[in-house]
Nanobody
Framework: QVQLVESGGGLVQPGGSLRLSCAAS????????MGWYRQAPGKQRELVAA???????NYANSVKGRFTISRDNAKNTVYLQMNSLKPEDTAVYYC?????????????WGQGSQVTVSS
């Protein structure tokens, strides 16, 4: 099992910044992907950004140039630096870890952190 603990959400004005953190513990495979998803009211959960254990990153087009994902493998922690925030970034942000071994994969989710962008 894997446990994910998120922190760093909150209320910020448009144009502001926030940093989310997600610390993983438990049975973490050497090959894994950690990422952030978000879900706004009435909408489906969507990928925001992800980073593999070898450092390959992937971003949603809507956040490219504004958000940066990074990870500290020694601490099993992933970060999401969010700059130039917009009201449409308002959502619950979820951390996800995917363990991979050959054809096997398993997903684990954090509890979610509310991010509200409003003046």
């Amino acid at each position: 099992q894997v446990q994910l603990v998120e922190s760093g959400g909150g209320l910020v004005q448009p144009g502001g910044s926030l940093r989310l953190s997600c610390a993983a513990s438990g049975s973490i495979f050497r090959i894994n992907t950690m990422g952030w998803y978000r879900q706004a009211p009435g909408k489906q959960r969507e990928l925001v950004a992800a980073v593999t254990s070898d450092g390959t990153t992937n971003y949603a087009n809507s956040v490219k140039g504004r958000f940066t994902i990074s990870r500290d493998n020694a601490k099993n922690t992933v970060y999401l630096q969010m700059n130039s925030l917009k009201p449409e970034d308002t959502a619950v942000y979820y951390c996800k870890l995917t363990n991979r071994a050959g054809v096997y994969s398993a997903d684990y989710w954090g509890q979610g952190s509310q991010v509200t962008v409003s003046s």
